[in-house]
């Protein structure tokens, strides 16, 4: 398991310098199939159906609510794509990699 699964989100509400691109890369590390992309960290998760794809991302939101840092989505019929950034700070924090790595958890059961 991944050590930032154990990790709960920290409350941002801005006044925090974003992770720099060499922070970001270094934290990457720690996940598997993620990308940075223009600033965010994404993912496409790919799933056999529409009920498949549709129970990870309601247990997705049941874990952004839980840890109140939320993802933008992207769900299709067979995939979702998942884009995490901190809004409040305008780029990444360890929140981010902390609900990457519990998504990929999700995705694992």
């Known amino acids: 398991m991944n ?3 154990k990790k709960r989100c ?6 925090v310098a974003p992770y720099d ?7 990457l590390q720690q996940l598997n ?6 600033g965010r ?8 159906n529409y009920y498949e794809t549709m129970a990870f991302v309601n247990a997705l939101a049941w874990i952004s609510h839980r840890e ?18 901190t809004h409040a700070i305008g ?7 902390i609900c990457a790595a519990k998504s990929d958890a999700l995705f694992d059961l």
């Open 68 to 85: 109140d840092h939320h993802p933008d989505l992207q769900v299709g019929y067979n995939k979702c794509r998942v884009e995490y950034s």
């Open 41 to 48: 960290l994404v993912k496409l998760y790919p799933f056999k």
């Open 21 to 27: 691109a060499q922070q970001a890369k270094e934290m």
């Open 33 to 38: 199939g993620w990308i940075l992309d223009e």
């Open 10 to 15: 920290k409350p941002c509400e801005g006044g």
């Open 91 to 97: 780029g990444l924090s360890e929140n981010d990699f």
């Open 3 to 5: 050590e930032l699964t």
